[in-house]
């Protein structure tokens, strides 16, 4: 095919519920346009299409026969991704895969080193790093305002209604399991927080009573330096019931992070009058701690700072062997606008 030219042509195979989605969230970028969807459900596909005014096409090969087609868009379900993905590279498409990229790790180095070989561009949905709270931390982390973490947490009740007993979900075979279709945004997210791969990691699965599928999962995930991040995913409750934490543990400070698409972090820190003050300075930099390239800020994310001074003891505490003078207690808000922000979050993550 020629070379592409902006704004470029994309192509979506897969007319789902992300599908539809990631069209939404793209429809307003001056660098994308939607060319064309691809689905194996002709009335699924044709709806979508008439909705963003583009051909409805039967499937990959023919999304490939066009043109204008300089990136597909991989929104099937997670048994399909490596070899969407492969031929799209092979075609000499750029590609956008929703996670998990591949089902085996092997058949992800595979499709990455396709991308490498083809000379494209390859991104893999893993929209926490796009999150601008998850880069806050990672910047307040490399300006010592918080120390590397000794210990990741993330907990996540997620709700199982939507998932009937013959949802792929279910199927090992089709979704690759609970942590490859969605533990990878965590993994993902941890690996970036504490700045390191695994040395090792020890799992365990629960099925459902009465030998049903596997609904809960944790893994205890061993990185360098004795850092210890711990994984538990439940689809178990109702929609109304859902809750996920993600917790760090930096020794004299903590981070929370409440929601699987998060709008709000919480940091309580003790410090010394010299970190104090660079804590008070935070709000003043809020748009630069919480940027994140191709992410459109709406205007109203905020960095409050509270500092008490003298909340504790002057005198050298000790935690894990450090020794360290911090009297004053920080109350630090990392605030994308509330829940109602949630479903913007996303698109611009995306």
């Not at 305002?145 to 979900?169: C, K, M, Q, V, Y």
């Not at 409050?304 to 003891?313: F, L, N, Q």
Request: proline share 7%.
């Amino acid at each position: 095919m020629s070379p592409a030219t902006a704004p470029l042509g994309l192509g979506l195979v897969g007319c789902g519920g992300f599908g539809a989605f990631l069209l939404d969230a793209v429809a307003d970028l001056p660098g994308l346009r939607p060319v064309a969807v691809a689905d194996p459900d002709p009335r699924r596909a044709a709806a979508l299409g008439r909705r963003h005014g583009v051909p409805a096409l039967a499937g990959l090969d023919e999304l490939l026969a066009r043109e204008e087609v300089a990136v597909v868009a991989v929104a099937t379900p997670p048994a399909a991704h490596a070899a969407t993905a492969t031929a799209a590279l092979c075609a000499g498409r750029h590609v956008f895969c929703e996670k998990p990229l591949a089902t085996t790790a092997r058949d992800a180095e595979a499709v990455a080193e396709e991308a490498e070989r083809a000379g494209r561009v390859l991104v893999v949905d893993h929209v926490l790093r796009y999150n601008p709270l998850l880069r806050a931390v990672e910047r307040l982390i490399g300006e010592a305002l918080l120390a590397p973490p000794r210990r990741f947490l993330f907990e996540n009740d997620a709700s199982d209604e939507d998932l009937g007993p013959d949802h792929w979900f279910w199927d090992r075979e089709h979704s690759g399991g609970t942590f490859v279709e969605h533990g990878v945004h965590f993994f993902d997210a941890a690996r970036a927080l504490l700045g390191s791969d695994p040395l090792s990691v020890r799992a365990t699965a629960v099925r459902r009573p009465g030998g049903g599928p596997v609904d809960m999962v944790s893994a205890d995930v061993l990185h360098p330096g004795g850092v210890l991040a711990s994984h538990l995913h439940s689809f178990t409750h109702a929609h109304r019931c859902e809750r996920q934490l993600m917790r760090l543990d930096h020794g004299f400070a903590e981070t929370r992070i409440e929601g699987w698409i998060p709008v709000r972090a919480e940091i309580s820190a003790w410090t010394d009058e010299d970190g104090a003050r660079a804590w008070e300075r935070l709000p003043a930099r809020a748009g630069a701690l919480l940027r994140v390239e191709g992410f459109r800020p709406h205007g109203g994310e905020r960095v409050p700072v509270a500092v008490e001074r003298d909340a504790g003891t002057a005198r050298p505490v000790r935690g894990r062997g450090e020794r360290r003078v911090a009297p004053h207690h920080v109350r630090a808000v990392l605030d994308l606008g509330g829940e109602a922000r949630k479903p913007y979050v996303y698109r611009e993550s995306v």
